[in-house]
């Protein structure tokens, strides 16, 4: 059965394996699936033509000594909303920009290496763009877990 984007269970079932560990050979795919390797090799080469797949790396907060993670409620100015959060997501400190529902317009999540970094980007950089009106500022003291969506 097939979702909207046209991926079967074959294909779901590919990348459930690759979600668990995106480094796994086609050969151990194959075996713990009991799908062919080549139908996997398809299957992903055109999964990544079709652009639903990308391949990254995600670096650790300790290795890339970004130690203090953020997450901010933001209000913005209703006539410069658009510019604000495009100005947001321009931030290399900013690694995700969602637009929200409810009291606040936006909530984004900002990384430093330590709270002194974190205070001057939001003082010199964050409440500086034009059109943020009001910031909730929550510091993350422990990541219990952290996840991309499920398949």
Known sequence: MENDLGLDD???SILRLLRENARMSYLEMSRRSGIA?????????RM????LIRFTVTV???????QVMAVMLVQTDTEKHDE???ALAALPEVTEVYGILGEH??????????????NQTINDKIRGI?????LAEMVMVERVK?????V
């Open 10 to 12: 074959t294909d779901l």
């Open 37 to 45: 390797d080549a139908t996997i090799q398809h299957r992903l080469k």
């Open 48 to 51: 990544r033509k079709k652009g």
């Open 60 to 66: 650790s907060p300790d290795a890339s000594r970004y």
């Open 84 to 86: 604000a959060k495009m």
């Open 105 to 118: 317009d936006l909530l984004i999540k900002v990384w430093a290496k330590d709270l002194e970094e974190l």
């Open 130 to 134: 034009d059109g943020i009106e009001d």
């Open 146 to 150: 952290e996840e991309v969506a499920p």
